[in-house]
């Protein structure tokens, strides 16, 4: 069996899978950094709060700064903030816990008013830029952003119901469909790995999914769209209530991923929820920012100046002046390694069934090696500067899938509304939100 050199197979993970996977290297990456810091000059320490330690933090610590990382919960960076803790020179936010009340208490120090952070901020791709500023000041830089979107994970299986992979919210449903005649279940399959294919569960898939889309496309979320009342009924419709599904079934059909860890060329949008766009891609982003009661700010502005220009194939999902393809940092060593065998195995006389098995998996591997020699190749970055176009980085928007919207869920699943009527009443709840937010509602129901 061939072997794919590790570096050139797709970081392909669920929420939860890469959640584990960033907290175990976060520890790995906390004990380099202890390491790290030993050896650091005597420049004051760098105190920094965040519930990752992200590789772009650790790369500024393996340059010689000095870093106190400590991983905090966001209760613990609210306590830090509630007592204007001077001990601390960074938070670090995740876009969509926390980021849009730090703007609205004003907690940050804007960045210097230079040219170099301008320039930088005009180097993001335009989803990107919003979230770092509030009233024209930037209020921070990203120390990490992953996109979220969606895998098939067992295309054997659609093919052999004859069905294809579906694009639109709809084609999701009849595909499930078609698989649950086929009696897809009863093999121990799962549909969907994040949500249970029940009523409640397809219209919290497609709801949060609508909120996205239509707050990009539309400006404010718009539940009048008649796709909405659509699909609302034909969830309610088609989805059967008392399905069995085994959520810890062995094997997936579908997932909504963490779809890359860098530009890929097999990145995919979620089924589209929309008539006339493309679904969103969604971004858990890490945005740095200085605590304005630091007793550090110099070395804090510093880091920030450093994540501004850091460049690395992570930053490619975000800073679009980074275009030129990567070749993997390994892949002289690789290639000579390869050679070297292959070599040695061509002179060997009376080689065995192993040897010959070896140098077949040798040449196989040189061939991919010298085919695909970018961590980022020159289609990865091209493909995802077409897809970079739907990104949607949560923070600033008053609108999501909150206890009011899931109580007129349930609500319109017992049968207090209609498809129409739930629509309305759910335009009516967001309305009221932008209105508590200071905003002019754009849909109101007739």
């Not at 309610?236 to 779809?259: G, W």
């Not at 109580?407 to 709840?429: I, K, P, S, V």
Request: charged share 20%; hydrophobic share 40%; with cysteine.
């Amino acid at each position: 069996m061939e072997v794919i050199p590790l570096a050139h197979v797709p970081s392909r993970y669920t929420i939860r899978e890469v959640l584990i996977v960033k907290r175990f290297i976060c520890v790995c990456l906390f004990f380099l950094l202890i390491l790290t810091a030993a050896f650091a000059d005597d420049t004051p320490t760098l105190r920094i709060w965040g519930a990752y330690y992200d590789e772009s933090i650790q790369s500024y610590a393996s340059a010689g700064h000095n870093i106190d990382f400590r991983y905090s919960s966001f209760v613990d960076i609210a306590a830090a903030i509630a007592s204007k803790n001077p001990d601390v020179d960074v938070f670090i936010f995740e876009t969509y816990s926390g980021l849009d009340q730090i703007k609205k208490l004003n907690y940050y120090l804007p960045l210097p008013e230079d040219s170099t952070f301008q320039e930088h901020l005009n180097n993001l791709y335009p989803a990107f830029q919003l979230p770092l500023l509030d009233d024209n000041h930037i209020i921070g830089w990203y120390a990490d952003a992953q996109p979220l979107g969606w895998r098939v994970l067992s295309p054997h299986v659609l093919d052999d119901a004859g069905v294809s992979a579906p694009h639109t919210f709809e084609e999701l449903l009849d595909v499930c469909t078609a698989l649950i005649d086929d009696g897809i279940l009863g093999r121990d399959y799962l549909l969907i790995s994040e949500y249970p294919y029940t009523p409640s569960g397809m219209l919290s898939f497609f709801i949060e999914q609508f909120i996205i889309a239509s707050e990009r496309v539309d400006g404010q979320v718009n539940f009048l769209r008649p796709e909405f009342s659509r699909m609302t009924a034909k969830i309610k419709e088609i989805v059967p209530e008392n399905i069995k599904e085994n959520r810890l079934a062995d094997y997936e059909l579908f997932t909504t991923t963490m779809v890359s860890f860098t530009p890929a060329t097999d990145m995919e949008l979620i089924p589209s929820v929309l008539d006339d766009a493309p679904s969103s891609l969604y971004y858990i982003a890490d945005i740095a920012i200085i605590n304005p009661y630091s007793n550090n700010i110099d070395g804090a502005i510093d880091l920030m100046r450093y994540l501004a220009a850091w460049k690395s194939d992570i930053a490619y999902l975000w800073d679009s002046s980074l275009s030129k393809p990567i070749i993997r940092p390994d892949y002289d060593e690789k290639v000579a390694q390869y050679q070297a065998e292959i070599a040695r195995l061509e002179a060997k006389e009376n080689r065995t069934t192993q040897d010959e098995d070896d140098l077949d998996r040798a040449r196989r591997s040189l061939a991919y090696i010298t085919e695909h020699p970018y961590s980022v190749s020159p289609e990865d970055i091209a493909y995802y500067q077409e897809l970079v176009q739907y990104a949607y980085i949560p923070g600033d928007s008053p609108v999501t899938f909150d206890d009011a919207l899931k109580t007129l869920m349930q609500r319109y699943l017992n049968g207090a509304f209609d498809a129409e009527g739930f629509a309305r009443a759910c335009q009516e709840h967001v309305n009221t939100v932008y209105l508590e937010m200071g905003l002019t509602p754009m849909y109101v129901p007739n």
